[in-house]
């Protein structure tokens, strides 16, 4: 998030400025905001616990669950445009900036790492994995992963949206109604199979398919 603000910092004060470093600055925050968050989770990986269930059929059942989860939360993030013809999402990243070239697929690698691993890993973690169990109680690894309360539940429902609120006060934009679907669906997948690692999956699986989906239909402001 801290990465995120410097960029609009940067790109508040470059714009219309020569220099792509200071006038579109998300070509250079987000990959660096995949090294440094990679980062992170490799330091602290062995304190998260992924655990999908005991049993092979719960394991097997947790993983269908999170594949079928993320397809469907992408059915919700692409309806506005494929059913409600809500308009074609075109602006925001070019994916041709640089051109082409080594900086060009460098660039482009980091984006879909971060669109399929980080920010899934990331996010799943930090909702689910913390927030949800913190609104329970402390310390929160006390209490097992998808331990339902309603509170929690619609507190991280409600935070999940607002980090997807777009970039104007009033109303919010199309992301955060969408935010607010996604996350509960992905709040029931944590109380249903207890299982972090499902709640990764699922979120991965629908990124993927956000990242196919903007690539055939040319849809750059997804990302």
């Given at each position: 998030?801290?990465?995120?603000?410097?960029?609009?910092?940067?790109?508040?004060?470059?714009?219309?400025?020569?220099?792509?470093?200071?006038?579109?600055?998300?070509?250079?925050?987000?990959?660096?905001?995949?090294?440094?968050?990679?980062?992170?989770?490799?330091?602290?990986?062995?304190?998260?616990?992924?655990?999908?269930g005991r049993g092979r059929r719960r394991r097997v059942t947790n993983f269908l669950l999170g594949v079928a989860a993320g397809v469907l939360a992408l059915l919700i993030w692409v309806a506005p445009q494929e059913v409600f013809n809500v308009e074609r999402r075109v602006g925001g990243f070019d994916l041709w900036f640089f051109g082409g070239g080594t900086v060009f697929k460098v660039n482009l690698w980091f984006r879909i790492l971060r669109l399929v691993?980080?920010?899934?890993?990331?996010?799943?973690?930090?909702?689910?994995?913390?927030?949800?169990?913190?609104?329970i109680r402390d310390p929160f690894h006390t209490v097992p992963f998808g331990t339902?309360?309603?509170?929690?539940?619609?507190?991280?429902?409600?935070?999940?949206?607002?980090?997807?609120?777009?970039?104007?006060?009033?109303?919010?934009?199309?992301?955060?109604?969408?935010?607010?679907?996604?996350?509960?669906?992905?709040?029931?997948?944590?109380?249903?199979?207890?299982?972090?690692?499902?709640?990764?999956?699922?979120?991965?699986?629908?990124?993927l398919l956000l990242g196919i989906y903007i690539f055939k239909t040319q849809q750059w402001g997804f990302w």
């Open positions: 998030m801290g990465l995120l603000g410097l960029g609009e910092i940067v790109s508040h004060f470059g714009d219309g400025l020569a220099a792509w470093w200071l006038a579109s600055p998300q070509y250079w925050v987000f990959p660096l905001q995949t090294i440094v968050c990679g980062a992170f989770l490799i330091w602290w990986w062995r304190q998260y616990e992924f655990n999908s691993i980080v920010v899934p890993l990331l996010e799943e973690i930090f909702w689910r994995g913390f927030l949800m169990r913190h609104l339902f309360s309603w509170p929690a539940f619609a507190w991280v429902t409600l935070f999940f949206g607002f980090a997807h609120w777009g970039d104007r006060m009033w109303p919010p934009g199309q992301d955060f109604w969408t935010a607010i679907i996604t996350s509960i669906l992905y709040n029931l997948l944590a109380v249903l199979t207890r299982s972090l690692g499902a709640c990764v999956l699922a979120h991965a699986v629908t990124n």
